[in-house]
Structure formats: structure tokens, C-alpha cells
């Protein structure tokens, strides 16, 4: 009897602890790849070391964090706080942080810093074929699909006319026609 008692005991703790876990879980949007950066108040990002938000100007945040978090801000169409995140990157010197740049800031309507961005991003790495697409489609957002097609061409003699950025930006000159 005494046997039985512990062994029900343990499986309602066993329970309890996994209940406590998926809590856990869920509490991080189901996603245990995401950085927390989307649970910040704005002015604050996510410290991977202290698990907590912390100011985004505190410089406590490693630039990789802060690329990361502003990246996912901006997928997530955060696109003013990816602004801010990705501000706090003390050394900007990489094609990816300014193309994210330039993303969030043609993102949030302000198309022609965007750009410059995205120009940043170009002198830095030319291969960058990402980038080359969403400079496409900021030209196309200003009325200029003269220049799409001429980033379209790029990215066709980078690589080729099946891969992902060259098909994307296709279909967005198409549809401006």
C-alpha cells in the first residue's frame, strides 16, 4: 500500500513538472529558437546571458544578439523597434545588419533611406544577393522599375534565374506592371 501511495505521488509530480515545462514553453511563443526579443518593452532588448530585457543602450547585448533580435523583429514586421534594435549594433560594418537596416527602415515607409542602406550593404559585399533583391523592391515601392529589372539582371548573373531572390523580385516588378 505504502509502495502504491509513492508511486502515484511520483507520477503526479512527474506530471506537474512537465505541465510547469510546457508552460514554460509556451511562455516563449512556442518557439524555443526565439531570442525573447519580441517580449521587450521598446527601448530594451533581450540579454541571452542575464534572460531578461535589458536597455538597448546599455551595451551589455553582444552585436550578434542584437543582429539576431532586430532580424527577427523585422521578419515579424516589428519593423520600428527591428529600427532601434538594429541601431544599437555598435560596429554596423556588415552587409546583413545594413541590409536589415534598410529593410525595416523601407519597411516602415522610409523607402529612400532604405535604399541607402541597402547601397551600404552592396559596397560591402556586391554578392549579396538578398540584398540586391530588397534594393529591387525598394526601387520598385518608388516608382522606379527601370532599376528593379537592372538589380533583377544582378541577381540573375549571380545565381541564376531559379533561385530564391531572383524568382521574389520577379514577381514583384511583374506585379508593378
Not at 529558437?33 to 542575464?50: M, P
Not at 552587409?95 to 532604405?114: E, P, S, T, V
Request: hydrophobic fraction near 40%; proline fraction near 1%; charge should be negative.
Amino acid at each position: 500500500m505504502l509502495t502504491r501511495l509513492y508511486t502515484s505521488t511520483f507520477i503526479a509530480l512527474a506530471a506537474g513538472l512537465m505541465l510547469v515545462g510546457s508552460v514554460f514553453a509556451a511562455g516563449n511563443g512556442g518557439n524555443s529558437g526565439s531570442s525573447g526579443a519580441q517580449n521587450c518593452k521598446s527601448g530594451e532588448v533581450w540579454s541571452n546571458s542575464l534572460k531578461r530585457c535589458v536597455k538597448s543602450s546599455s551595451g551589455i547585448v553582444p552585436d550578434d544578439d542584437l543582429y539576431a533580435q532586430g532580424r527577427e523583429l523585422a521578419i515579424a514586421g516589428e519593423f520600428d523597434r527591428a529600427i532601434e534594435v538594429l541601431e544599437a549594433i555598435r560596429d554596423k560594418d556588415e552587409a546583413g545588419i545594413l541590409n536589415y537596416l534598410g529593410y525595416a527602415h523601407r519597411k516602415a515607409g522610409m523607402i529612400d533611406k532604405g535604399i541607402a542602406y541597402y547601397h551600404q550593404a552592396l559596397a560591402i559585399d556586391p554578392d549579396y544577393v538578398l540584398a540586391r533583391e530588397y534594393l529591387g523592391e525598394g526601387y520598385v515601392a518608388a516608382g522606379n522599375v527601370d532599376l528593379a529589372r537592372q538589380q533583377l539582371q544582378e541577381i540573375g548573373a549571380r545565381c541564376g534565374t531559379n533561385c530564391e531572390e531572383y524568382i521574389e523580385l520577379a514577381e514583384v516588378i511583374a506585379s508593378a506592371q
